[in-house]
Every structure is written in C-alpha cells, then in structure tokens.
C-alpha cells in the first residue's frame, strides 16, 4: 500500500500489517535504469548559515517522494537556505514526535490527523499533497458492480477494519444507503486483497489509485472505481508540523513547502524526473525496462491525484477546509473513533504557510 495513514491507537498487529503494505510499494514501484537528470535554475547558497529541518516522510523510500527527492538532489532545498535532512522510516510513532518536537515536518493524511488532535496531540495540517485522498474501492465489472450501490452482498476485500481504507469503504458505503452489514468482508491483513481481486476471489477490494489500481489495469480487468465519499472526503497526505514549530521555523517551513510545490508542478510537467529522482535514492528501484514502465504508471497515477477540486482552483498545496469540517463530522459519528465533539478545523488545520 503507497498511503496507509494509520491511527496512532492501533494495536500492533496492524502495525504489522501496514509495514507489509509499505513493503508492496517497493515491487510495485521498481524501475529500469534511465539515466538523465533533473534540471534545476536553484543555486546553492555559498557561506550563508542555512536552517535545519527535518523531515519525516514515514515510509519505506519510493517513487512517491519524488518532489522531495528532486527538490534535495537539484539543489533547491540548499538555495532556499535549507539543511534537509528526509527520513524515510515506518515509525508508528511519526505524529506524536511532530507534536513533541522530534522532527520539525512529516507526512500525515486526514484520517490520523484528526484522531491525534482529538487526542491531545499537537500538530497541523499545513499543505497538502494528494488533493485527491488516494484511497479508492476497486470492483470488477464483470461482477456485475457498476454503482456503489452494487456492493451490496458482494466480496469486498480489505485488509482490516481501520485506517484509511476501510473508512473511505465505510463512506462509500454510507453514500449508496449501506452499511458493512450489506456486504461480505474479507480481511487480508498482508495486504493480499488486490491479488484476491485480481484472480477472482474477491470481487471488490480497498486499495490506493497509484498502486494497486495500476496494478489490477496492468492485469487487464475491466473496472468500476470508486474514490473518497463526498460523507468522508479525508484529506490525502500531506505535511504536519506542531504549534511550537511552525512558531520557531515558520519562514524555513514557508520556504520548504514554496519549493516542494515547485518541484510537483516539475514532475507534473514532466514525469520521468520523479522516476529518475527516485531511482537515485534507491538503486534497485532502476532494476530493467518493465519495472520501469511500472515506475512510470505509477508516477503518472500520483500525479493525477495531486490536484482535487480545491487545487485545480488554488493552486497545488491548498487545503480544503470545508472537506475537512465534513471529515472530522464524520469520525464524530464513529463512536470507535472517540473524536470529541467540540473539535473544531481550526485545530487540525494552518494555511498560514502556504505560498
């Protein structure tokens, strides 16, 4: 799985399990050797003292950190009077060491956002990276699914009953009139429900738009796609930092988002750069010309689902406020969730840094 956004609650056997998923990205994303290199206009600063900022990117290192990986190897972080340091761990711990200072950045997603501040944890969501929350349900057409609504009394396969997928499942579900009742649920916790889907096991399963939906086109299935609910429109990931933080480092944090945006809109014009970016931190992600052409779809997948609605309209980086009233609305109704009710946005959110 590219984005498992887990909530900070969860017993360990679904750590287990998302560090499996994390895994997947790897085979997923291996490339061919392509040589080339980014471009960049950045120069360098000679002799100036540049601020330190560290970076938690919490999954194993892949083809969708790729701005940051570009935005490192061209030189624009160091011109922007940057020292970055990215860390590309699976730490459970990620958001609870943004909000007590361990690291000054991180990638979250919606769906540990919200739990955490609700919890006591301080941190904000400040940009935004998937516009578009990657999560999707993926149903095989010739199961007869055409229509949300035709989930129902279906296989859908899931690997449990937490985190994103599973709430985005619950929201698609609650905009059909259905419930986890009016389906059949399979759960595999080594993330096994794409190749469930695949050979015909499963007829519908949870997965993530530049990863296992690439993965079940590329084995020629015709599909119906599902993304995040208008009830539980979570924001993908995107960068967290705390209070405290964004008070002490605030001009270098407005600096790094400025230039990670940038080198979005690069890759964006220009996909193979985010390959061959990502190929320099990994080496064997540039193994023979299939892999890459993996690498490639799904670069170009993760490109597609960085502008929503609100980014098309402000810009890449933008948050969508009201989408994340309508989330935190949503978990509020989960009892499971024990988000308070008197959460407010302004608690989970600060677009004071954006450019």
């Not at 023979?288 to 597609?304: C, F, H, N, P, Q």
């Amino acid at each position: 799985a590219v984005y498992e956004g887990e909530n900070l609650m969860l017993p360990r056997k679904n750590l287990r399990s998302f560090r499996a998923g994390a895994l997947l990205l790897v085979a997923a994303t291996l490339l061919s050797a392509c040589g080339g290199s980014a471009s960049s206009s950045a120069t360098p600063t000679q002799g100036v003292e540049r601020t330190v900022l560290s970076v938690g990117l919490g999954y194993i290192p892949g083809v969708q950190f790729s701005p940051f990986y570009l935005a490192q190897q061209s030189g624009a972080y160091e011109a922007a009077g940057l020292d970055v340091t990215l860390q590309n761990q699976i730490d459970p711990d990620l958001i609870s060491l943004v909000g007590g200072g361990g690291i000054d950045l991180a990638l979250a997603d919606g769906t540990s956002v919200i739990p955490a501040v609700s919890q006591g944890i301080p941190v904000r969501y400040i940009t935004t990276i998937y516009g578009i929350l990657p999560n999707v349900v993926i149903a095989r057409a010739d199961a007869g699914i055409t229509s949300a609504s035709d989930l129902a009394g279906k296989k859908v396969a899931t690997p449990g009953q937490y985190g994103s997928g599973y709430l985005t499942l619950l929201g698609i579900l609650g905009d059909a009139g259905l419930g986890i009742g009016d389906i059949q649920l399979d759960l595999y916790p080594d993330f096994g429900q794409t190749q469930a889907l695949i050979s015909g096991v499963a007829d519908a399963a949870t997965g993530f738009a530049n990863n296992d939906l690439v993965q079940a086109e590329a084995a020629g299935l015709e599909l119906s796609v599902f993304y995040a609910s208008a009830s539980a429109p979570f924001a993908g990931p995107g960068l967290i930092s705390s209070p405290e933080t964004i008070s002490a480092k605030g001009d270098a944090i407005r600096a790094f988002i400025r230039v990670t945006l940038e080198a979005m809109e690069q890759i964006a014009a220009n996909p193979q750069l985010g390959v061959d970016a990502a190929g320099q931190v990994v080496p064997e992600l540039i193994a023979d010309a299939a892999a890459s052409a993996r690498a490639l779809a799904v670069m170009e997948a993760t490109i597609k689902i960085w502008r929503g609605p609100v980014q098309v309209a402000n810009g890449l980086g933008a948050i969508d406020r009201d989408g994340w009233g309508t989330s935190m609305k949503f978990l509020q109704a989960l009892p499971d969730q024990n988000v308070r009710a008197d959460l407010s946005v302004d608690e989970l959110i600060d677009e004071s840094l954006l450019p």
